[in-house]
């Protein structure tokens, strides 16, 4: 049975340490797929349950020299580890300045005792330069053994190299214009302080799962008999009864069975009013009780509920590549050995072709060995992609491949259905028109049917028939023709219900009568539905359904978006055009059937037009499917996590303008990542190679060449983390 799981790495300093790990994952037999996202450091895992055991996934993790972290949904975890690394961190850039800037006063002022300068420079320096360095010579040493260049092996020349020169002078093999003791301790601190501040960074990115998996109570108060016992709240099993009291996070989804409270949603939902909860109320894990207590019967387990599910799509698609990123990781693939010709190049020119002194020559080697990394190349997309998509998740979007960011800009129609999704999705029967039969008859027959569909107007008269204490009629057949109507049979007699095309063409008489209910119902823009018996029209259902709040707006931002907007239904046309004008949409297909949907987008995609379609996830999984970006509305309670590649949380149609002005935002911000982090190699390696020292007399020392490296990913975290502020429902920003 395949399984997936999230698992935290620790270690990882570029991009190509992550790739290091994906291709230890990946040797591993019964691993299908391995997605390792550097920026957050977690690994999705694809994998058959019989084959593979965390265990031996914890295994090939550390056999490629990294640090597994547990399961990524531990939050508590991981915020004890940062705090441990982030620690050392420090200590190790604090001995190493400390210690570099003793050496440079040695350096500079005499000895008491006549102490011998260069042991004296050996004695300190070692000891720290091994405590500082060791990460970064560990992480080189498993990258050489899988073959895998990384940044640590540039980092691990640069300093091996300056420390074993200072060494072979000390002891005589060289002479002392190669005692520079400072270098590799300077050199060490400040790519030890480019790490540190990369890694606090890195991890604001993250903030928005962090956020989420912090909604999830550590424990759960089970009632058994008369008695609490407070359990794990990975012991929760569906049946559960739960004691939930006044400030506590609701621990798992379910149904209040008594009491009742104010429940605050915000995080989940985006709906800043509390939504009262009674008996026989649905609740969702996660969610905080404000007032009273109440005991609830657990309908999910933890694994399981939506905050879970969102936590998965949202720690998922954070962790996918869009193409930017796969291009640029390419790029990273043969930057690094280009990288290690150029510094040998640059020895081989200083020393050989213009005579300059073997100690300058290998000291333009290092400084390129350091300031050539591709971390802030490697690190554009990742960092953009991880917050952009947090910040969508803090406005109820859920986006579930980083895809959807890159194909925002570039979408030119936007195709929403009606029932559902322009309108609010709740109709409700407002007459009932019967052209001769009794009217309880007429509600029998449309309810007994209607019980065998899910959509929303279906609904609305099952509603319609307990209220007026009708019972449905149980038929013995009932076939569903999707978008039309249904067809039932009982006792040999066929009975029918839908739209009046669907009775036309099964051959059923449609009076004059109800012909002009119909015509007067498609003019206030309601749905028509007509029941039928034995090849005649009984009567006629009147459905209203209401706008949805803000479609109105939601059109106008995508028309001024440059995005054109259509509207896609099942029912006549003029119902269609009634609602269509009433919210600014021009372009209106009506009449066609659910899968033709999914054909129509087809056609405008084969006549170069990207396309998202907007649809309530019931019936529109086909044209969802096709779309080059599927948006689906729910509700957070039965929130379709199957349909599309978006989800509105909250059923705010201005978000669909949200999430694509967002979308573009992002992959801005990717591409002005990837300019300076290419122009930043542009400029200074030339620099770092000796390129103004004929002409200006500037070099740049290896020590502050790491500075400048690690200023440079710092950057392009930075950068990204501006999006955190980035509202796309302000429209000046």
């Known amino acids: 049975m395949r399984k997936s799981i999230a698992v935290k790495i620790y270690g990882m300093n570029c991009v190509m340490c992550s790739r290091s790990v994906e291709r230890a994952l990946c040797a591993v037999e019964g691993i299908h797929s391995a997605i390792v996202n550097f920026t957050t450091g977690i690994a999705e895992i694809q994998f058959e349950d019989n084959l593979v055991s965390e265990k031996i996934i914890q295994n090939a993790i550390e056999r490629s020299g990294y640090r597994y972290g547990g399961l990524a949904a531990n939050i508590a975890n991981e915020e004890k580890q940062n705090a441990y690394d982030f620690r050392m961190e420090k200590i190790r850039f604090s001995l190493g300045i400390a210690a570099g800037s003793l050496v440079m006063a040695f350096m500079y002022f005499p000895l008491p005792y006549n102490f011998p300068l260069p042991l004296v420079l050996f004695t300190i320096s070692t000891p720290i330069i091994f405590f500082i360095s060791y990460p970064i010579f560990t992480a080189a040493f498993h ?5 895998t260049p990384t940044m640590d092996v540039m ?73 609490i016992v407070d359990i794990p709240l990975e012991e929760v099993v569906i049946g559960d009864s739960l004691l939930v009291k006044a400030g506590e996070a609701i621990p798992a989804d379910g149904v209040i069975t ?19 909860r009674g008996v026989g109320d649905s609740v969702i894990g996660g969610c905080i009780n404000l007032e009273g207590s109440f005991i609830m019967q657990a309908t999910r387990t933890a694994q399981d509920t939506v905050l ?62 350091v300031i050539a990394c591709p971390c802030a190349l490697g690190l554009a997309t990742p960092t953009a992609v991880t917050v952009g998509i947090g910040r969508a998740a803090a406005f109820g979007i859920l986006i579930k491949h980083s895809e959807v ?57 099952t509603e319609f028939a307990r209220e007026q204490n009708v019972s449905p009629i149980p038929f013995e057949s009932v076939t569903v023709h999707s978008g039309l109507g249904i067809v039932a049979h009982l006792n040999g007699i066929e009975m029918c219900v839908g739209n009046a095309r669907f009775l036309n063409e099964r051959g059923y008489v449609i009076s004059n009568n109800i012909m002009r209910v119909e015509e007067e119902i498609a003019q206030k823009g309601n749905i028509s539905v007509l029941v039928g018996k034995e090849s005649r029209a009984l009567g006629i259902f009147e459905v209203s359904d209401t706008i949805r709040p803000f479609a ?38 009506s009449e066609i ?33 096709c779309a080059d970006i599927g948006i689906s509305l729910s509700g957070s309670t039965d929130i379709a996590l199957e349909a599309g590649s978006v989800i509105l949380l909250n059923g705010d149609l201005r978000d669909v303008y ?35 020292y004929p002409f200006f007399g500037i070099t740049l020392k290896p020590e502050f060449a790491g500075l400048a490296m690690a200023l440079s990913s710092l950057t392009v975290v930075t950068l990204s983390l501006l999006l955190r502020r980035y509202n796309p429902h302000q429209r000046n920003n």
Do not use: C
Request: aromatic share 8%; no cysteine.
């Open 308 to 369: 879970s599910r969102i936590i998965r799509i949202v720690s998922e698609a954070q962790s996918s590549k869009p193409t930017l990123q796969t291009i640029a990781d390419r790029v990273v693939g043969y930057f690094i050995p280009l990288i290690l010709f150029i510094a040998m190049a640059t020895f081989a020119i200083w020393f050989f072709a213009l005579n300059s002194s073997a100690s300058f020559a290998i000291s333009r080697l290092i400084s390129v060995l």
């Open 258 to 276: 008594q009491g009742e409270s104010s429940v605050d949603q915000s995080m989940l939902t985006g709906e800043s009013v509390p939504v009262f």
């Open 405 to 461: 960011l890159e194909l925002s800009e570039k979408i030119r129609i936007a195709i929403f259905d009606k029932t559902g999704t322009l309108t609010a999705g709740k109709p409700k029967v407002a007459s009932v028109y019967s052209d001769g039969s009794p009217v309880s008859e007429i509600i029998s027959i449309a309810a007994g049917m209607e019980e065998h569909s899910a959509h929303p107007v279906a609904h609305a008269i």
């Open 593 to 625: 059937l659910p899968e033709q949907k999914a054909s129509q987008i087809l056609a405008l995609q084969k006549d170069g037009h990207r396309v998202a379609f907007v649809g309530d996830g019931i019936n529109d999984a086909p044209a969802l499917a």
């Open 658 to 692: 949200a999430m694509l002005a967002l979308g573009k935002k992002v992959t801005r911000r990717i591409r002005q990542n990837i300019f300076w982090a290419i122009a930043y190699n542009a400029l200074l390696i030339p620099i770092a190679a000796g390129g103004l």
């Open 155 to 227: 980092y691990a020349l640069g300093i091996g190299i300056s420390y074993l020169s200072s060494m072979m002078s000390t002891i005589g093999i060289l002479s002392h214009d190669f005692l520079y003791y400072e270098t590799p301790l300077f050199l060490a601190s400040f790519l030890t302080l480019g790490k540190y501040l990369e890694a606090r960074a890195r991890n604001k990115t993250t903030f928005a799962i962090k956020r989420l998996m912090a909604l999830q109570p550590l424990i759960a108060h089970r009632v058994v008999d008369t008695r």
């Open 143 to 147: 990258a050489m053994k899988t073959f």
């Open 552 to 589: 109105h707006d939601a059109i106008s931002l995508l028309r001024k978006m440059g995005i054109t907007v259509m509207m896609i239904t099942g029912d006549n046309r003029r119902a269609a055009l009634s609602v269509a004008k009433s919210i600014g949409i021009d372009k209106v297909i």
